[in-house]
């Protein structure tokens, strides 16, 4: 295995489900929904209305998140519940995107709502998985096995959505009458894929129990807003964690942003689909062992110091990205993105696990993915609302290096020794407040 003894059938089944969710990441939210969607189901007339309108989408389907997350988060902690949670979130994602397959031409509203159900169902499951993370391994393992969940990502969605894009390619040769209908077919392939590779999860991943709990649905959601209350009250004396998410919440801003938005900034300076599926399947492949390759990185030089580098390479190629004018600067593009973007994604994951209390991670990653969709409902807007002010598309994705520029010199000030030091003053307060 790539790491050794740190990778068993527990963790290696928990890394899986990136394989398995990354499908929709790839197929449907960065690369064939955003594309079909303006070619096939949108009924603008231009190029920047339909990207207004996909920008504003992905917004609403990040707000419904940001309200749910916390919620959700403090209820599975509450309730021992996150796994059932999990697999609710997944089946929304799963029926709602193979959904899709059944929407025919032009039917815009439809589409957009399949999609924006389709986006809850995938965000929301991912707060319970990420929550998982402290449950399968030890807190020395977390770079590792966070970076090695999300290579298998990358590799996962590149290797489906290379078969979606060769049957796309040649339709005939799997009995569709145009590429149209392959490319809807996708999405039912997308489901299947999330599904079968989700099961070893719920078989094999253990949830670690709070002591004298017992997962009742009613008395979970009560006991869920009541700990949802005293974290916001609490999250103060946390100064370094709620530092970090700040940080956090503006250059993942930027990251989100750029994924589900490249293919459309693509197609908007004129370069054609079959150039932006390459480089999107580019950027998974490189994303595969770079991954790898970033966990070892940041055990080796700390985290923090691997976000500060991804952040850094993301300024320069937001920046770089308004001037391209040739395809080829585009790929050069993807392979950069590629080095780094599961890299920050996986650290950034792995570095809060380590600062926050293991018994409410379900509660603190509902604030960390809250911060994180939060930052998805912005992004999408104003790259959009730029284009559309400004009728150029260029300076919208220059708007976006803001974001990389803020939220990299925050994460500079957070301070690992003392956040760890602000963690165990604040668990030894909650254990006199429970021996009361």
């Known amino acids: 295995m790539v790491m050794g003894n740190k990778i068993n059938k527990t963790t290696f089944s928990w890394a899986l489900y990136d394989w398995a969710n990354s499908a929709y990441a790839t197929v449907v939210l960065a690369g064939f929904f955003p594309l079909f969607f303006k ?12 990207t207004f309108q996909l920008g504003l989408s992905n917004s609403i389907a990040s707000t419904i998140i940001v309200i749910l997350a916390p919620v959700l988060g403090a209820i599975a902690d509450a309730g021992n519940l996150k796994k059932r949670l999990l697999l609710i979130f997944a089946l929304l994602g799963i029926l709602l995107s193979a959904g899709l397959y059944f ?38 393992n977390y770079d590792l096995i966070s970076s ?13 959505f290379a078969f979606d894009v060769y049957m796309t390619i040649n339709p005939e040769l799997f009995g569709f009458h145009d590429s149209a209908e392959a490319v809807k077919f996708s999405f039912l392939t997308v489901s299947i894929w999330w599904f079968i590779f989700s099961i070893p999860l719920f078989i094999n991943v253990p949830e670690i129990s709070n002591k004298n709990v017992k997962p009742k ?31 956090y919440w503006l250059y993942i801003d930027g990251v989100d942003t750029i994924i589900r938005m490249a293919v459309d900034y693509g197609l908007s300076l004129g370069f054609n689909s079959a150039d932006l599926i390459t480089a999107l399947l580019i950027t998974q492949f490189v994303g595969f062992p770079a991954a790898i390759f970033f966990g070892y990185l940041a055990n080796f030089i700390g985290a923090k110091n691997g976000i500060l580098v991804a952040i850094f390479i993301y300024f320069v190629m937001s920046v770089w990205a308004s001037q391209i004018t040739a395809v080829s600067e585009f790929y050069i593009l993807a392979v950069i993105i590629g080095l780094v ?25 509902g604030f960390y993915n809250m911060l994180g969709k939060f930052a998805a409902v912005l992004g999408p807007v104003m790259m959009g609302g730029v284009a559309i002010f400004t009728q150029s598309s260029r300076l919208s994705i220059l708007a976006v290096s803001i974001l990389f520029i803020l939220g990299g010199i925050l994460l500079y000030f957070v301070n690992e020794s003392k956040a760890k030091l602000m963690l165990i003053d604040y668990e030894q307060k909650i254990k006199e407040r429970e021996h009361k």
């Open 217 to 247: 649905i009613g008395k979970s959601i009560i006991a869920g807003f009541k700990q949802l209350k005293r974290t916001f009250q609490e999250i103060k004396k946390l100064r370094m964690v709620l530092l970090f998410l700040i940080a």
């Open 103 to 140: 929407i025919a031409e032009h039917q815009t509203f439809l589409a957009l709502t399949f999609f924006i159900l389709s986006a809850i169902g995938f965000s929301g499951s991912i707060i319970f998985y990420d929550a998982l993370l402290v449950d399968v391994t030890e807190e020395k």
């Open 341 to 365: 973007q599961g890299g920050v994604q996986a650290s950034s994951r792995s570095f809060y696990a380590r600062i926050i209390p293991q018994k409410q991670s379900a509660e603190f990653f």
């Open 148 to 160: 090695f969940g999300y290579a298998l990502g990358y590799l996962g969605g590149g290797v489906l």
């Open 39 to 50: 070619q096939y189901w949108s009924d603008a007339t231009d190029a920047i209305t339909s």
